[in-house]
């Protein structure tokens, strides 16, 4: 380090006329989504570490939960011939960019780092094409979480709901008390997610593989589906006036302010609750969503092909940091999520960590792992767009319940 600056002085006065050696670490553009307080706290750690080891960090965060519009403006940079070297990308999208030719893979560094044997199977498929890797992961979200305010529901005597029949009678309280029972942001992605939940709770978890994994058509067209549009409409009647366009993690703040008393949400919304400074367990409670099951979101950031041998460099130190056991535990302490790599301890981690790994190991051993749809890792994103579509249009509008059945099944159709 002390060379290099020794070099670029010398260059400065002109004591010195050579080309500087490459950065020691390399450099990567990084372009993800994270924004929020708890987000971009996490990623501040990635990037930390990654100038630690001498590499240039060039930031491109793309805010919008979900990252839709970091999607957008990925596709605008590859068409323009400039992708950024390392993207927040995830699930099915890696295997399409990878079809495209678009991606360079890190396999020296996954062979050297042993990555096969420390990450779980159903994770190390995703992030390889063609048998190398070409992303590397971070964390293990779920979705299925409901965020709750223990004062508020303390203030109608109401209990933890463990069914939906028991969440919309604790709402009818809420209501009759004058209190928002739930905190929604009305943007497509929030919708689905919601969706997505109910879909695992009144369905079970067969019904969720057969309908937002293998888009099965009778599943889609089924009485279930129907009971699923129906809670949504019930819980459309549960959200506060100005819910339409809010983002997620003010959602979450009507939590944390006592505004309102539920929020359903990946455990992205933990890292708020934690960067507000808010205790698990007194603060907040964090109860999986009725139901049983586990909706799975693993993020992951996915290199692209550039030519630049400093970019290269960077790409590896990235890989190589991202699967370091250090990095996956300030990581995802940070963000709410846990460590994609198997053999990090989870000392140090909350209660809403510990539950999360324990349903995660139940959720394997009896078949209940599933992937989110909402967040990218079950279907290709045409199909998803049209859950995202089908869901939004039935919750800001009238449309029954049965035309709204009719209309996604056709939807899915056209699209898969
Ligand atoms: C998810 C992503 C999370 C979180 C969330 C809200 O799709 O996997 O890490 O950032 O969006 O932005």
């Known amino acids: 380090m002390r060379m290099r600056n020794y070099l670029m002085a010398a260059v400065a006065t002109g004591a010195l006329v050579l080309p500087l050696p490459a950065l020691a670490g390399g450099k990567v553009e990084v372009l993800h989504w994270w924004t929020s307080g708890g987000e971009a706290k996490a990623v501040g750690e990635l990037k930390k570490s990654f100038e630690a080891e001498g590499g240039t960090w060039i930031d491109s965060p793309i805010a919008g939960g979900g990252g839709d519009a970091a999607m957008t403006a990925l596709r605008a940079r590859v068409v323009g011939g400039n992708p950024p070297a390392a993207v927040q990308l995830k699930g099915p999208g890696i295997q399409e960019w990878a079809r495209q030719g678009a991606l360079a893979d890190v396999e020296d560094v996954a062979t050297a780092e042993r990555w096969d044997d420390e990450l ?3 994770l190390a498929e995703i992030m390889k094409y063609e048998g190398k890797y070409v992303a590397a992961p ?9 965020w709750v305010n223990p004062e508020v529901l303390g203030k109608v005597d109401a209990e933890i709901p463990t069914t939906w029949d028991e969440f919309n009678a604790v709402a009818d309280k809420l209501m009759a008390a004058g209190i928002t029972p739930l905190a929604h942001g009305g943007q497509p992605w929030q919708d689905a997610t919601v969706f997505e939940t109910v879909v695992l709770g009144l369905g079970g978890p067969d019904f969720y593989r057969k309908a937002l994994v293998e888009l099965d058509q009778e599943a889609l067209t089924s009485d279930t589906m129907v009971k699923v549009f129906n809670q949504m409409r019930q819980l459309r009647g549960y959200v506060d006036p100005g819910f339409s366009g809010r983002d997620w993690n003010l959602a979450t703040s009507m939590v944390m302010n006592g505004e309102a008393a539920f929020q359903i949400m990946g455990d992205w919304a933990k890292g708020e609750f934690l960067a507000a400074g ?9 109860i999986p969503t009725p139901g049983n099951g586990f909706l799975l979101n693993s993020d992951s950031f996915t290199f692209f092909k550039v030519a630049d041998p400093d970019e290269v460099e960077g790409q590896k130190l990235l890989a190589k940091l991202i699967m370091s056991p250090d990095f996956q535990k300030t990581f995802n302490m940070a963000k709410g999520s846990i460590p994609a790599r198997t053999d990090v301890s989870l000392d140090g981690f909350d209660e809403c960590a510990v539950k999360s790994h ?3 190991q139940r959720a394997t051993a009896d078949n209940s792992l599933l992937p989110s749809m909402a967040h990218e890792m079950a279907v290709p994103r045409t199909v998803r767009g049209e859950f995202l579509d089908a869901v939004t249009n039935f919750f800001n509008s009238d449309q029954s319940s049965e035309d709204a059945v009719k ?5 899915v159709q056209r699209a898969g």
């Open 358 to 360: 324990e349903d995660l």
């Open 278 to 286: 808010k205790v698990p367990g007194k603060d907040f409670l964090c």
């Open 407 to 411: 209309q996604l099944a056709a939807a």
């Open 138 to 146: 971070v964390n293990i979200h779920r979705v299925d979480w409901m």
């Open 120 to 122: 779980p199977p159903v």
